[in-house]
């Protein structure tokens, strides 16, 4: 799974960090940061590979209650999970 978050569309609101404090949290300027496994965080596109079923659900849990739909997860191939395409 991949994931990022666009700075522009962020308000802070924190959602995300509320349902999954172990993968976003609020940088300096307020806005959801993506934490990495070597404990840096950037909103940038991050890779979680051998997630298991419950992280990644929660992941998108919390993708899906971002207010702004500013937090974009794509699966291993590169499609866009969320938000949905129609
Ligand atoms: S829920 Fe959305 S708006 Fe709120 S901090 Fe997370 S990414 Fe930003």
Redesign the pocket.
Known sequence: MRLR?DRD?????????AIAPLV?K?DQEG??VIIKKDGSASSDLTEYVDLNEKDAELILEAAK????L??YVYDDDGKQIWPEIK
């Open positions: 978050v569309l962020c308000i802070g609101a924190a959602n995300c960090v976003f609020l806005k959801s209650s971002c207010p702004t500013a937090i």
